[in-house]
């Protein structure tokens, strides 16, 4: 599958906020149809592991649990910061996802399954401009991207002046996994439908509808098995609640 959007010179897509949706809907349509047959949720691992043949493991990390996930673009070690030497390098063979430990277990699942789909997003859209082959300059890029806590599942107001290639990597990054998880086409259909039975009219108002909206996106956050930040987040961004 490949992207046919503009790209900088250096291998980074140019893209909107709108084309996430579409990226999305052209990976799920391609691999995974029938989650976009009615709200529910998708089944990330599978995707990444059976369709784009990545493999998926579980390390800690950094000690600091401030890097959540990583992907490798070619055969590279991770040396961590906060080990001490004798722990040696984490081997990376090209196609691992690498999942922070501290994801593991039922109560992080939500977070787990968001950063398995940002680690995805970046195999989908950063490949080319992280593959040693694939560089026109003498430049080079890390082998793997490394994703800070901070950068997975936060909102980010639009402030774009400023950004560096890496934040711009990021947000894709980021603006990806929500499409995916989220597809706009289910998404959609299942907050309609809430909208209906709650008797909301078009779009929450914070302060007016706080207990309603608690509701909504608690019941939207279980239908896509995601959290209740990035279910928020992504009802804001579609225009399902007003931006205070
Ligand atoms: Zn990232």
């Known amino acids: 599958m490949k992207l046919e959007y503009p790209m900088k010179r250096n291998g980074m897509y140019l ?51 401030r ?15 906060g080990y001490s030497a004798e722990r040696g390098a984490i081997e990376l063979a090209e196609g691992t996802m690498l999942i922070d430990y501290s994801l593991c277990g039922k109560d992080n699942r939500a977070r787990r399954r968001y950063t398995q789909a940002h680690e995805l997003s970046h195999w989908i859209c950063h490949r080319g401009y992280h593959s040693p082959t694939n560089q026109q300059y003498e430049f080079r890029r ?43 086409k289910t998404f959609v259909e299942a907050v309609e439908t809430l909208f209906r039975e709650y008797g909301v009219r ?3 108002l914070p302060g007016r509808d706080n207990k309603i909206a608690r509701d909504i996106i608690s019941e939207v956050a279980r239908t896509f098995d995601t959290s209740y930040r990035a279910t928020q987040i992504r009802m804001i961004h579609l225009g399902f609640i007003a931006r205070d």
Not at 28 to 38: K, T
Not at 158 to 169: A, L
């Open 67 to 81: 890097i959540l996930g990583m992907m490798a673009f070619a055969d590279t070690e991770y040396y961590s910061r």
């Open 202 to 204: 078009r779009y929450l």
């Open 142 to 184: 890390n082998r793997y991207v490394a994703c800070r806590t901070e950068n997975i599942e936060s909102y980010r107001r639009n402030d774009f002046s400023e950004r560096t290639d890496n934040d711009w990597e990021e947000w894709q990054a980021d603006s990806l996994a929500a499409a995916l998880l989220m597809p706009k």
């Open 15 to 65: 893209l909107k906020k709108k084309d996430f949706d579409d990226i999305a809907a052209l990976v799920l349509s391609n691999y995974m149809p029938r989650v976009l047959e009615y709200p529910k949720p998708l089944d990330i691992e599978s995707l990444a592991q059976d369709e784009f043949y990545l493999d998926i493991r579980y390390d800690n990390i950094e000690p600091d649990g």
